[in-house]
């Protein structure tokens, strides 16, 4: 079933019949008459054949006396069942919340029609132009509006059968494709279009790190040393002593020179700086994308004009012509 904002459940179903048994069990589950709508084509019997005409006529009245077609149906709508008029639609039938709001002299949903009454209930009018189809399609509508129990109203309208527009079976696929005005059928023409999303993935990763190698260096280190120098003067002419002649006379001279020694400490040379930055690029994607086209095709003699050109429309294929 549908939930709106106002937790208003809609059940479509295909025979009068279960919807007036689903009604049943709503009243005996404590709905009350209030929050429970009830909508259907006047002229049908529950099992969505024709009733007799006096009946009909007593349903106008608007007494809930099982007027409705089919013997002793009335009883099991336990609601208040009448009649009315609705344009471009004709009698309806109708109990409920929905025949008050269709009713009201005072509101605008007798002029609006289905949709009027089911956008008053709170419905999305998209919505409400799907369940107007299923109406005109000689379906039953049954409402209720709980803000608290829209859940139980819910199982206890698919118990019997019902379907919402998100839960309708195959057969009514092509309501929710084509949507029937008063102004004929409307077709909705699809395309898919294509759309690229962007994420951020890691696509590789980058790693600084230092490693130390040994290398052999040498170095030009300025030295100085002393070295001895012996010079010889001769001396002639001066005396000497006999005492001056003695063995084991030495001069001691200290040589000296200087030595290199290595120290290592390291310094710094060069200083490496890590980041990042974004650079814009544009890449092309492409895809497979389907779209709808419109088609004519004419049988007969019919004659065909484009509203918005004025110009006759070509046909793709003209079958049945007699000529």
């Known amino acids: ?50 009733a007799k005409e006096d009946e009909g006529n007593r349903a106008g009245t608007g007494a809930a006396t099982g007027a409705i077609a089919g013997a002793g149906v009335g009883a099991l709508w336990a609601l208040g069942i009448v009649t009315l008029g609705l344009p471009a639609v004709g009698p309806v039938i109708a109990g409920g919340i929905l025949a ?28 409400a132009h799907y369940y107007e189809g299923e109406f005109n399609a000689g379906r039953t509508l049954v409402t209720v509006k709980s803000d608290t129990r829209s859940d139980e109203a819910r199982s206890i309208l698919q118990r019997y059968g019902a379907y919402d527009r998100s839960t309708a079976p195959a057969a009514h696929a092509s309501a929710r494709s084509t949507e029937t005005t008063s102004a004929g059928q409307t077709m909705k023409v699809h395309e898919e279009e294509l759309h690229a999303r962007k994420q951020p993935v890691q696509t590789g990763e980058v790693r600084v790190r230092k490693e130390v190698h040994t290398e052999h260096k040498t170095l030009d280190v300025p030295v100085e040393r002393e070295e001895v120098v012996i010079e010889r003067h001769p001396v002639s002419g001066r005396p000497g002593s006999a005492s001056d002649l003695r063995e084991g006379q030495e001069l001691r001279v200290p040589v000296r020179e200087e030595q290199v020694h290595i120290e290592k400490q390291p310094v710094v040379k060069e200083e490496v700086s890590v980041g990042k ?6 890449e092309t994607v ?22 918005g050109t004025g110009a006759s429309c070509p046909t793709d294929v003209n079958r049945g012509k007699r000529g």
């Open 1 to 50: 079933m549908t939930r709106t904002k106002h937790s208003t459940v809609v059940g479509v179903f295909d025979n009068r019949e279960q919807a007036q048994q689903a009604v049943n069990e709503l009243r005996r589950a404590g709905f009350q008459e209030n929050e429970i709508g009830v909508v259907s084509r006047e002229g049908q019997t529950a099992a969505g054949g024709k």
């Open 100 to 127: 008050s709001v269709l009713a009201s002299a005072a509101g605008t949903a007798v002029a609006g029609g289905i949709i009027g009454a089911l956008v008053g209930l709170g419905i999305p009018e998209e919505e």
């Open 286 to 307: 492409s895809g497979t994308v389907r779209k709808e086209e419109v088609k004519v095709e004419r049988e007969g003699d019919a004659k065909m004009r484009d509203a």
């Open 277 to 282: 930055h974004k650079v814009k690029d544009t």
